[in-house]
T-cell receptor, first 117, second 110 residues
Framework: NAGVMQNPRHLVRRRGQEARLRCSPM?????VYWYRQLPEEGLKFMVY????????ESGMPKERFSAEFPKEGPSILRIQQVVRGDSAAYFC???????????????FGPGTRLTVT | GDSVTQMEGPVTLSEEAFLTINCTYT??????LFWYVQYPGEGLQLLLK?????DKGSNKGFEATYRKETTSFHLEKGSVQVSDSAVYFC?????????FGPGTRLSVLP
């Protein structure tokens, strides 16, 4: 059973370009979470998605950032018109559908390291 | 809302020293509790978990006990190794809410 896959692992974009980050959850997992991690800092929650639905996007900047998790294919985190401050590691995590009470842990991908020049 | 507090790092220890990283939480219900570890340049890996009060999670010599009365989940290891140098994150899960602490950096010197 393959783990959470993220690609690309490293992405370099010039200011003003678009960045697309992909995440394939573990098999059987229908919940996807995106986090951002600045150098030497903790994780910042961005968005929580289920298939074709955004459940919680309270951590997403209101502009330039969007996320989707289509019925088929990977989850995509899209950053339009990137700026230097977007440089960070972006991690995706997945979890299986669970019961109320949060019994299931999250499984993390290796991350995409975005550098904006 | 739900939250997780960890002791501030960095923590620097000599090899074979005893490790404790404190973690306390605030939650409206009865969450599941986790410790994750992040090695340099990698994603987070689940280290151990506990799903109810008095449960003890353990893995690779690390242990943590779910203490409902003190709302704590402190991470311990009896004898650390250089290879344990990493950032450790305490986390809780309740319903669809998953909350991470800020992380504690551990450096183990030979």
């Amino acid at each position: 059973n393959a783990g959470v896959m993220q690609n690309p692992r490293h992405l370099v974009r010039r200011r003003g370009q678009e960045a697309r980050l992909r995440c394939s959850p573990m098999k059987g997992h229908s919940h996807v979470y995106w986090y951002r991690q600045l150098p030497e800092e903790g994780l910042k929650f961005m968005v929580y998605l289920q298939k074709e639905n955004i459940i919680d996007e309270s951590g997403m900047p209101k502009e330039r950032f969007s996320a989707e998790f289509p019925k088929e294919g990977p989850s995509i985190l899209r950053i339009q018109q990137v700026v230097r401050g977007d440089s960070a590691a972006y991690f995706c995590a997945s979890s299986p559908p669970g019961l109320a009470g949060g019994l299931y842990e999250q499984y993390f991908g290796p991350g995409t390291r975005l550098t904006v020049t | 809302g739900d939250s997780v507090t960890q002791m501030e790092g960095p923590v620097t220890l000599s090899e074979e020293a005893f490790l404790t990283i404190n973690c306390t939480y605030t939650a409206t219900g009865y969450p599941s509790l986790f410790w994750y570890v992040q090695y340099p340049g990698e994603g987070l890996q689940l280290l151990l978990k506990a799903t109810k009060a008095d449960d003890k999670g353990s893995n690779k010599g690390f242990e943590a006990t779910y203490r409902k009365e003190t709302t704590s989940f402190h991470l311990e290891k009896g004898s650390v190794q250089v290879s344990d140098s990493a950032v450790y994150f305490c986390a809780l899960s309740y319903g669809q809410n998953f909350v991470f602490g800020p992380g504690t950096r551990l450096s183990v010197l030979p």
